[in-house]
């Protein structure tokens, strides 16, 4: 087929009436601009959500105390018995942890040279960072021998550094927390919101320290558990299935609890990542509708394309009927058309690109919301735009190339 | 010593158009041959069946009953693509309005033909220039049909006909819309391409008009009504005929 001779007589007739183009890719530009806005939105949310999976990592699981009944009341989350440090050693003795850590957590008044801060003080063990998946942007984190030795050390998130230490340089100041003196050997890196203990909080408020002096010194013992922890984090090893680490953990700590079976679980094994990516399933779901709501627009503009382009066919019958005479076959005409209606659609999807990321920009402007406008996007959405004008221009291009040639050529 | 067979070849032919119920029996029958560098004139009345006639010579239509070879090409053989391709390679047409596309200039407008050639035709921009020159139109070629006159627009449609040199000229009532003195320019212009070795076939009522073609075919109703040669307007051609 002739492309050259096709192309250029497709774009001369798509600039011979700039008005009809335009109201004929309308409903392209429309279609395109909200097929993007709908795909940023998803992929926007899609990436905020594998940030917080990351930042929770997709294998660890965290053992929490159940809710307590007390006098018919509960009591809440997180109220039940402690768990013990044998507890940590028997679930970190499991075939499939990779490592446990045993994390004592509760409220603390801290006080620096500037500020008076309350924040959460969480203690733990060296390991704390590995299973959390947590570095230190500044200084270090504290060593085994610190933790067993319950160094007076903590390190410090990022929101509590701030509060703290306005002026920056968090690192080597000294501040007392519940009226403990303890020196600051590290700021954690971010985490953002809503990580792994307790959903909604964020987590960069709060100092970390060794676990026993953080137990003896800060927050205190329990009454009825020596040795306590508030929770457990498991990291479960690669490749092995979160959902069963999630099941024989289950059975080991409830025949260290001695529960004897039809009796309900008085602790929880909770897997965060699992919890965000239901919760990301029903974001997933709504921009999908969207997005086929967007096509559904992009349908009924083909339709219009396909609709100009037999009244294009139909005026230019005598114009098919002389390329005809002169040599033109069927094939070069229905490129010609066809290469037409995609050339409508692709210039319609251009436009609606530019709209669109107007659109996206406003929105994430607006909404205060992630969006993401990735080459994928980009590719859909002309990608999209052109397959209309394949598929709606077909067949009004075929009905020119099956034109009688002479019949073509006496029509008036 | 001349091409032995016939350039044109009709026999038999026979051309029924059905409209509604009844049938118009447009070519009754007709058999004839055209020779190579001929330069021929049909005529007739309209409703005589020439157009019917010149639709097939031009490959733009098929026939209800009989055979015909272009070339040396039985066209019953011939497929839409091959009948295409034998429009673009081997005939060049001149309609009465022209038909040019209103929106190219006269340069792009001989070049189309050109364009939507199969075969290796070096440079095409040369070629559409020396054919529009070679009709005088040198100096218009940026022109637009709208912006040149009626004859100046029938030399453009010459030009773009002669563009893929043809074997054969098809012109159907070439000069229907000019006015005398343009129509003895075009008609000189098409004794020009004669002479050159083209072989022309014109369509015409007007006597006028036929009395440059060295051989006058008659319709009447669908048949050959008389075949006359008029050697003393022979030039080129006369001595090969």
């Excluded at chain 1, 008005?19 to 004929?24: D, E, F, V």
């Excluded at chain 1, 979160?242 to 099941?247: L, R, T």
């Excluded at chain 1, 209606?341 to 607006?366: D, F, H």
């Excluded at chain 2, 020159?133 to 010459?158: C, F, K, N, T, Y």
Aim: a neutral charge; charged letters at 20%.
């Amino acid at each position: 087929m002739k492309y050259g001779v096709a192309t250029s007589s497709a774009i001369e007739a798509l600039f011979s009436n700039p008005m009809r183009s335009l109201l004929t890719m309308l409903g392209i530009i429309i279609g395109v601009a909200s097929v993007m806005v709908m795909m940023s939105i998803g992929e926007g949310a899609k990436a905020a959500i594998e940030k917080q999976i990351s930042s929770v990592g997709a294998n660890v699981l965290t053992l929490q105390p159940g809710t307590m009944n007390r006098g018919g009341r509960n009591q809440g989350g997180g109220s039940g018995r402690p768990f013990a440090e044998s507890d940590v050693a028997a679930v970190g003795d499991l075939p499939f942890v990779e490592a446990a850590a045993g994390i004592l957590s509760g409220q603390a008044n801290a006080v620096s040279e500037k500020a008076n801060w309350v924040t959460n003080m969480q203690g733990g063990t060296a390991s704390f960072f590995e299973v959390n998946n947590w570095k230190v942007d500044q200084g270090r984190t504290f060593t085994e021998q610190e933790a067993l030795g319950g160094a007076a050390v903590v390190v410090v998130g990022k929101t509590a550094a701030k509060n703290l230490f306005p002026d920056g340089n968090a690192v080597g100041q000294r501040i007392r927390v519940n009226s403990v003196p303890v020196e600051v050997i590290g700021v954690l890196e971010s985490k953002g919101q809503s990580g792994g203990g307790g959903m909604g909080q964020d987590r960069d408020d709060t100092l970390v320290g060794p676990l026993s002096m953080v137990r003896n010194r800060i927050t205190g013992g329990n009454r009825w558990v020596s040795r306590h922890v508030s929770r457990i984090q498991i990291l479960v090893q690669d490749g092995y299935d979160v959902a069963e680490a999630q099941e024989e953990v289950s059975t080991v700590m409830r025949d260290r609890r001695r529960i004897d079976s039809g009796q309900p679980d008085n602790f929880m094994v909770v897997n965060f990542a699992d919890m965000i990516k239901q919760r990301a399933a029903v974001t997933e779901t709504m921009s999908t509708l969207l997005a086929f709501t967007a096509a559904v627009s992009l349908i009924v503009g083909g339709v219009g394309v396909m609709n100009i382009m037999l009244v294009s066919v139909t005026e230019r019958t005598r114009e098919i009927g002389l390329r005809m005479a002169i040599g033109a076959r069927g094939g070069d005409i229905l490129l010609q058309f066809l290469l037409e209606a995609i050339a409508l659609c692709t210039l319609g999807g251009l436009i609606g690109m530019a709209i669109g990321w107007l659109g996206v920009l406003g929105y994430a402007q607006l909404s205060q919301a992630p969006m993401v406008v990735s080459p994928i996007i980009i590719a859909t959405a002309l990608g999209a735009a052109a397959s209309v004008g394949l598929i709606f221009g077909f067949f009004p291009a075929r009905r020119a190339a099956q034109l009688d040639p002479i019949q073509a050529l006496r029509y008036d | 010593m001349a091409d032995a067979r016939p350039i044109i070849s009709c026999r038999d032919l026979t051309k029924i158009y059905r409209m509604g119920d009844q049938e118009v029996r447009a070519l009754d029958g007709v058999s004839l041959d055209i020779q190579t560098g001929e330069f021929v004139a049909i005529m007739g009345p309209s409703g005589s069946g020439k157009s019917s006639l010149m639709n097939l010579i031009g490959a733009l239509d098929r026939p209800t009953s009989g055979e015909m070879w272009i070339n040396g090409r039985a066209l019953s053989e011939m497929n839409r693509d091959e009948l295409a391709d034998l429009r673009n390679e081997t005939l060049g047409f001149v309609f009465q309005q022209f038909n040019l596309l209103p929106r190219q200039d006269a340069f792009q407008n001989v070049r189309l033909p050109l364009r939507y050639a199969r075969r290796e035709l070096g440079d095409i921009d040369a070629r559409a220039r020396e054919c529009l020159e070679m009709v005088g139109l040198g100096s218009r070629m940026d022109h637009r049909p709208m912006q040149l006159s009626g004859g100046q627009q029938q030399r453009v449609a010459i030009a773009r006909a002669l563009s893929n040199r043809p074997r054969i000229l098809l012109a159907d009532e070439p000069t229907g819309a000019l006015d005398s003195k343009t129509t003895i320019e075009i008609m000189a212009l098409m004794q020009d391409l004669n002479r050159q070795g083209i072989t022309v076939v014109v369509i015409t009522h007007e006597a006028e008009v036929a009395s440059y073609a060295a051989r006058q075919i008659h319709f009447l109703d669908g048949k050959i009504e008389r075949d006359t040669a008029h050697p003393e307007l022979k030039r080129a051609s006369g001595g090969r005929a």
